[in-house]
């Protein structure tokens, strides 16, 4: 099988509500799809999601990068993929989402070519996860009627946003759990919005809650004050934006009482890159959540692929499609049923992309930056 063509389609999707965040709040999908055309009559699908807050990526400079680098990969075979990798790892280095677009159509032809599904040749670790839900920033009135809608559709595990005074969280919190009940599982996500002093305050109110982790508590960029709350937190602590690419991740080694890390294929690179992370992570005894940003159903279903492949993811956190107004996936992808999210059994992601979805929601302004 040969790659004989490359088409780059720049989309901004609609959600059908904002979703409050402690750095912004988004109110669309700016996503670019990729789609790789082979001379066996196949084709391979990948969706690039850059979040300048995120990834370090512009948008324009991923729909740029990508149309450069997409035709370079005419006349390579999809199969050999260790053959293409530098060309993905030196051009795209500073550009993961358009890194993890290639990435993921390769991953798709290689399943297509070989008849296998994507979450079968990473290694079919299960069928099926616990889906996550997460509700942004908001009121507590709001949060616990979501809360309780969520439930009622299936939801077992809800992330709540958190971004507020401990005091005011904690209230939240606790009138989250008492909505719910004891046997939902809930996760806080601070988007590193705390020090260490509130970030320790906070952990202590959750615990009583029975919150199950705590992601990113800190800012990124200062590993002393995420070890120092790892080590402290009553509360299991997880690490999202302070883990990006394979290299950042050698950073985070040896952190005491880390006990997790959020790998999200838009920040990392693609599935090849969140594989080798999954299983390095493995190696230092460091569990994983498989994240997403707000995408579309094919970036989320090349995120259940790796979740459902490899035995060291724990958790995934793949409702970023849930809340958009169109769906480019018109057969086969990602399906969330009774809380669980599972796979149908078609070669590569399985997805049947609809251009026609995709040129009516056509990014016309395809530069700057927000979502
Ligand atoms: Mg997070």
Redesign the pocket.
Known sequence: MKITGAALFPVRIPRLTPLALAYATRTACRAVYVRLDTDAGVAGWGEAVPVREVTGERYGDVVHALSRIAPALVGADPLDTEVHRPLLDRDLATLPSARCALDTALQDLKGRALGLPAARLLGGARPTIPACVTLGLGTLEETVATARARVTEGFTTIKLKVAAEPAVESARIQAVRAAVGPAVELLL?A?QAYDVPRALALADAAARSGVALF??PVPADDLGALGEVARRSPVPVCA?EAVTTPLSLLRLFGMPGLRMM?VKLQKCGGPSAAAWMIRTAEAAGVSVMV?CMIETRLGITAGLAVALGLANVARVDLDGAMDLTADPVFRGGAVMRDGRQSLPDRPGLGCDVDEAVLAAHRDDDPVGDPA
């Open positions: 996500d988007n992601e990113q999202d959020n994240g």
